[in-house]
């Protein structure tokens, strides 16, 4: 880098001085004129001189800067604020890139050049929005990262897998009032990529498959005639040997859209919730999510006896997600 020479300018407010730059560092502060200015010069005239400042407690990624003033709302309790501005903040695309770009900005024109920043990694910013650009829904992306991590166990053991065939359950409205929600499933095989095919292609590719699938299950009365078989073998006690028999499922994945806002138990807010999914038989991993307040979480239960390698899948499962998160192609 070529040397640098910031001429009368005032250090901390005191006299004039040349301050010389090379490779990005001052190497000297002399005072002004006392020596030929080296490489390129500029004319300070006079302006303090300050080291960059340090912002060290910043929340970039939910900037309102340049965004309309939105004032208190919601319910006057520390859960009903938080709900009330994450509902404002997705109408303005916050968080988002544009916002986090527009406010460093304005730090470094102000003479910030260090920034200590809290981001949230959730849904509201990872997962939805790489969803959305690819046309797909959060419940493709889970499938995309389940395949990717079931591949590379695969892969762990010499094997490679041309398909992942899930099944994922699926709910419809009680077709009498006061029935019970008719429940159905779909099959769906998620392909190996293509060569050179990014996260995007490649999730709104599957998006197109999900929703054919989920299409024909809705429109065939047989798909939610298995609530009615699950029920009538529930009565007569065949359930359970039903599913240690059966060979048509190995891997299933469910995922339950939960309330964007934070739920509270008696003025309790709640933290967090777990998805808990029960034994199926012969059913060797069974994955469920559920979002609360703009978070995703994932339980995986497996079958030790077929899937050791129980660390390297959930590995695997954790370090998809964030790449697909933090996925901007």
């Known amino acids: 880098m070529a040397a640098l020479t910031i001429g009368r300018v005032r250090p901390w407010g005191d006299d004039p001085a040349d301050i010389v730059i ?86 470094l024109r102000h003479g910030t050049t260090a920034t200590r920043s809290h981001v949230d990694v959730d849904l509201g910013v990872g997962l939805r929005e790489a969803a959305r650009r690819a046309g797909a829904t959060v419940n493709d992306v889970l499938l995309v990262a389940i395949a990717d991590a079931v591949r590379t166990v695969a892969a762990r053991r010499g094997e490679r897998l041309r398909r992942v065939v899930a099944s994922v359950p699926m709910t419809g409205r009680p077709t009498d009032p006061g029935g019970r929600n008719q429940v159905g499933a779909f099959l769906i095989s998620i392909p190996e990529r293509l060569p050179d095919q990014t996260d995007r292609e490649f999730l709104g590719r599957l998006a197109v498959r999900t929703r054919r699938r989920k299409l024909l299950a809705r429109g065939s009365s047989g798909s939610f005639a298995l609530s009615a078989v699950l029920v009538g073998l529930g009565r007569l006690g065949w359930y359970r040997p039903m599913f240690e028999r059966q060979r048509a499922i190995t891997t299933l994945v469910t995922n339950l859209r939960g309330p964007v806002e934070p739920l509270t138990v008696h003025g309790v807010g709640v933290r967090s919730l777990t998805p808990i999914s029960p034994a199926l038989g012969n059913v060797t991993m069974v994955f469920a999510a559920v979002s609360h307040a703009g978070r995703l979480r994932v339980t995986a239960r497996l079958d030790r006896s077929v899937w050791g390698e129980q660390d390297v899948l959930t590995d695997a499962l954790r370090a998809a997600l964030t790449r697909l998160a933090a996925s901007r192609v």
């Open 22 to 107: 090379r490779d990005g560092r001052i190497v000297a502060v002399r005072p002004a004129g006392s020596a030929p200015a080296e490489g390129e010069p500029i004319d300070g005239a006079g302006s303090l001189a300050l080291p960059g400042f340090v912002n060290a407690h910043a929340h970039v990624d939910k900037s309102w800067w340049g965004r309309p003033w939105v004032s208190y709302g919601g319910e006057p309790t520390t859960q009903g604020r938080i709900a009330h501005e994450r509902a404002e903040r997705d109408r303005y695309g916050i968080p988002g890139e544009e916002a986090t770009v527009a406010v460093l900005r304005e730090f």
